[in-house]
């Protein structure tokens, strides 16, 4: 019956998942950390100089903006602080040509590297799901492009490019082992992760548990998607025990990048948060809950934690945002998903200053098996071998 399953339409090529598990065990593990999301949609925000000051003192080293404004890239100069800076939307179908993306890092990268620390650079947002065909045609020549241009100034080992996806590009993630792309995306998506392979750059998602419970609260588990260990679900197939929402949607997205051919392609996850208010029809948006699931997520980040599917990879993570942003359009918990207040006081305090100052936090692991069993058992081994079993047979049909 287990094998059986496995022969419909959700086999897994062999050296696929192969790939995942390689990553486990650490042959593909690459540094990472905390990161925060600065968003700038906003009249009433502090200068980019004093936001340098709050994320100093917070003990953050990566942010995440959403353009290359000038004004931020220079105030980040010699802060230590790593930025990934963004192409906006409505740009990216421009560098397609090549010779504009030149001029666009021209213009937004070399004059300020390497005092100001930029690694990655995000081409778009939310690109594949925006039903814009001209945008999503161009993605991958502008990304192209942009490597080319870095590489022909010499910092392509300093800046890997990728672009942050919604988890609408999912066809299935319940349960992670059968996270599976959208049909109709493929095309698109075979060249951007055969880029991603190539160029060594992460798969970024935005990921956020809060709309999973706002949109069922009666059949969501809050203990679930707030990262609290209290609660749980199984994989039947890897046998892979979740502890939260967050862990198993990037597992998904890994499975599901393994069944395009590259499953040895980094994850990260570049949004995820949760609102402290918003409208009576958004169930979950509180101070309360806001709280503990960033909290939960710090603690955990203090503790090295990786993905079931990826326990010794630690994942990186953005939190979104860093301040609650007055012009955002939308339902208000748009507005409220920062950490801060533009005037600088706390929106509601998860201790980040002292978490980022220590490692001492005791989480339960969700990398653990439903049995208690880490991956060198001989239940994770017969999975592996079932799974390169039926891809042997697929190939001989």
């Known amino acids: 019956m287990f094998v059986s399953i496995f022969f419909r339409s959700r086999m897994i090529p062999i050296f696929l998942l192969l790939n995942i598990f390689y990553s486990e065990f650490g042959f593909l593990q690459l540094g990472s950390t905390l990161g925060v999301n600065y968003g700038q949609v906003a009249n009433n925000l502090p200068s980019p100089e004093q936001v340098v000051t709050l994320l100093t003192s917070l003990g953050i080293t990566k942010i995440r903006i959403y353009d290359a404004n000038p004004q931020v890239l220079t105030a980040f100069a010699n802060s230590g602080?790593?930025?990934?800076?963004?192409?906006?939307?409505?740009?990216?179908?421009?560098?397609?040509?090549?010779?504009?993306?030149?001029?666009?890092?021209?213009?937004?990268?070399?004059?300020?590297?390497?005092?100001?620390?930029?690694?990655?650079?995000?081409?778009?947002?939310?690109?594949?799901?925006?039903?814009?065909?001209a945008l999503t045609s161009s993605l991958v020549p502008a990304m192209v492009g942009i490597h080319a241009a870095l590489v022909q100034l010499g910092l392509d080992s300093y800046v890997h490019i990728s672009t942050a996806n919604s988890l609408a590009v999912l066809e299935n993630s319940y349960p992670p082992s059968f996270g599976s792309f959208q049909p109709e995306l493929a095309n698109l998506l075979l060249p951007f992760l055969q880029f991603l392979a190539e160029t060594n750059s992460p798969?970024?998602?935005?990921?956020?548990?809060?709309?999973?419970?706002?949109?069922?609260?009666?059949?969501?588990?809050?203990?679930?998607?707030?990262?609290?260990?209290?609660?749980?679900?199984?994989?039947?197939?890897?046998?892979?025990?979740?502890?939260?929402?967050?862990?198993?949607?990037?597992?998904?997205?890994?499975?599901?990048i393994a069944r395009m051919g590259y499953g040895n392609v980094e994850v990260r996850v570049s949004e995820t948060g949760w609102p402290s208010k918003g409208d009576l029809d958004e169930t979950g948006a509180s101070v309360e809950n806001a709280r503990a699931y960033n909290k939960n997520l710090l603690m955990r980040q203090m503790r090295n934690q990786g993905t079931p599917i990826r326990p010794t990879q630690r994942l990186e993570v953005y939190l979104f945002a860093l301040f609650n942003e007055d012009m955002k359009p939308g339902p208000t918990s748009e507005r409220n998903y920062g950490l801060y207040q533009p005037d600088l006081t706390m929106a509601y305090n998860v201790g980040l200053g002292t978490l980022t100052s220590t490692a001492s936090v005791t989480l339960v692991s969700s990398?653990?098996?439903?049995?208690?069993?880490?991956?060198?058992?001989?239940?994770?081994?017969?999975?592996?071998?079932?799974?390169?079993?039926?891809?042997?047979?697929?190939?001989?049909?």
């Not at 409505?90 to 010779?99: A, G, L, R, T």
């Not at 999975?383 to 390169?388: A, N, S, V």
Request: avoid cysteine; hydrophobic fraction near 45%.
């Open 81 to 133: 602080i790593d930025l990934v800076v963004t192409v906006p939307n409505e740009v990216v179908p421009q560098i397609s040509d090549p010779q504009q993306a030149l001029r666009w890092v021209m213009t937004n990268i070399k004059p300020y590297f390497p005092a100001t620390r930029i690694s990655g650079i995000a081409v778009g947002n939310e690109v594949f799901t925006s039903n814009d065909t």
């Open 367 to 397: 990398a653990t098996r439903e049995t208690g069993k880490e991956p060198g058992s001989s239940r994770y081994w017969i999975f592996l071998f079932l799974l390169t079993f039926q891809a042997l047979v697929r190939r001989a049909i």
């Open 203 to 256: 798969f970024w998602i935005n990921a956020y548990p809060y709309f999973a419970y706002k949109d069922d609260p009666n059949g969501v588990s809050l203990d679930y998607v707030l990262l609290n260990p209290n609660q749980g679900m199984v994989d039947p197939y890897t046998k892979l025990r979740y502890d939260n929402m967050l862990y198993a949607q990037v597992d998904a997205v890994i499975f599901a």
